[in-house]
């Protein structure tokens, strides 16, 4: 059952304007990973649904997070189906994001009031999304879109909220161009997620691009803020 409400869910996403996303079938890793963004400032975290055995990870995620890091949103991306959203649900997934627009979807996280943001690509997409209850919708895969897509939806939609996600990076330049065309979140995962020549995961680095990037991101909607 989730910890956090869907309105804890949006304010914090509106608030951090961040959600670094990843996957990992070593659990340990999993929890280093999770460790990583929580010490870099991180309250948000979407576990993307793509290996054997994803929703076991999770689970034993789930229940770390609650116990060592309380502040955490935990919530699980990737998810294709009701059953499969059904699943993370029941172990404690604070939010559902999935990569295509699904009515199921919609209609089960609807009912236990958990936060979902739907995969959208048009005009047309985004406001079925928003008929069905989403409070923020995902621009996937966001590289292919851009920011200026992002401002000619929000020109005739000025209320719909936006998380791109893919074509995303920890540069000041990139997360302006972002937040600059109106976007009230984003998703960031391989560009954040760092590794050393060995392939293996740079967790200090981690830390301090997710650190980086918060610090970026709260002067940008800062200025925005002032600008009104």
Same mark, same amino acid.
């Given at each position: 059952m /989730?910890r ?5 869910v949006?304010?914090k996403?509106?608030?951090?304007? &961040?959600? $670094?996303?990843?996957?990992?079938s070593? %659990?340990e ?5 999770l460790? *990583?963004?929580? !010490?870099?400032g991180?309250r948000l975290m979407e576990f ?8 076991e990870?999770?689970?034993?995620? @789930?229940k770390?997070? &609650?116990?060592?890091?309380?502040? &955490? ?10 059953s499969? /959203? @059904? %699943?993370?649900m029941s ?5 559902i994001?999935? $990569? ?5 979807? *919609? ?9 979902? @943001? ?25 590289s292919?879109?851009g $920011? ?7 020109a005739?939609? $000025?209320?719909?909220?936006i998380?791109?996600t893919g074509?995303?990076s920890?540069?000041?330049? =990139?997360? !302006? ?6 976007v ?7 560009? #954040? ?8 995961? =740079?967790? !200090?680095k ?5 650190? !980086?990037? #918060? =610090?970026i991101?709260? %002067? ?6 002032? @600008?009104?």
């Amino acid at each position: 059952m /989730a910890r956090f409400t869907r309105i804890q869910v949006i304010q914090k996403m509106n608030e951090t304007g &961040m959600v $670094p996303l990843f996957f990992h079938s070593d %659990l340990e890793i999993a929890k280093n990973i999770l460790n *990583a963004c929580y !010490k870099g400032g991180a309250r948000l975290m979407e576990f993307t649904s793509r290996g054997d055995y994803a929703h076991e990870i999770f689970g034993e995620l @789930s229940k770390y997070a &609650m116990d060592k890091l309380p502040e &955490m949103i935990l919530g699980v991306g990737s998810i294709t189906d009701a059953s499969q /959203a @059904s %699943l993370y649900m029941s172990l404690g997934s604070n939010f559902i994001v999935t $990569p295509v627009l699904r009515r199921d979807i *919609a209609i089960v996280c609807n009912r236990r009031k958990v936060l979902w @943001s739907a995969g959208c690509g048009t005009l047309t997409e985004i406001a079925d999304a928003e008929e069905l209850g989403a409070e923020i919708v995902k621009l996937f895969p966001g590289s292919t879109y851009g $920011p200026n897509f992002v401002e000619s939806v929000l020109a005739p939609q $000025p209320w719909t909220s936006i998380m791109p996600t893919g074509g995303v990076s920890p540069t000041k330049d =990139n997360l !302006k161009s972002w937040f600059d065309a109106g976007v009230v979140c984003v998703g960031m995962g391989s560009k #954040l997620m760092s590794k050393n020549d060995k392939g293996l995961y =740079n967790y !200090k680095k981690i830390e301090d691009q997710t650190k !980086k990037s #918060l =610090n970026i991101i709260r %002067l940008l909607k800062k200025n925005y803020n002032n @600008s009104k």
